[in-house]
């Protein structure tokens, strides 16, 4: 299913021959209804209501072409243009608003618990107990003064 921006960035012969396409494939999914083989009947409106966008948009373009106006000068091709200069230059790809928060909450869980080592956890653990982690030079001063004891 197409959206109203992704019609809009078509050019006009592009856009006519999905047009063209899409009212074939209306053509047969009425034809599989009437024959009792259609499984998905919800397809027949959304193919309905993309013809009805791609129509929109050649109407606007009619339109603007009448009055004198450039396409880039119509604010919805103004919109898909500024979109996709911002896309080019941060190097996105067409990709949902969804899917680019969930990739970048991804990327911030991974750093928060990848960046941690071994020592950083335990010792991240032990201030949670309240229980300080001897240093090593520490322990080995420990280890040393009972080996002091020992021997005298």
Known sequence: MA???EISEYDTEELERQLSETRRELFNLR????TGQLDNFSRINHVRKDVARMMTELRIREIAEA??????DLPAHQAA???RNEDQELGRDKTTAAERRAAAK???DEHDHGAI???ELAEEVADDDGMALPDA???DA????DDAEEKS
């Open 3 to 5: 959206t109203a921006a």
């Open 31 to 34: 034809f599989q209804l009437a």
């Open 67 to 72: 009055e004198g106006m450039a396409m880039e």
């Open 81 to 83: 243009a500024r979109r």
């Open 106 to 108: 991804a990327d911030e």
């Open 117 to 119: 080592d071994d020592d």
């Open 137 to 139: 030079e520490a322990a």
């Open 142 to 145: 420990v280890e040393g003064s």
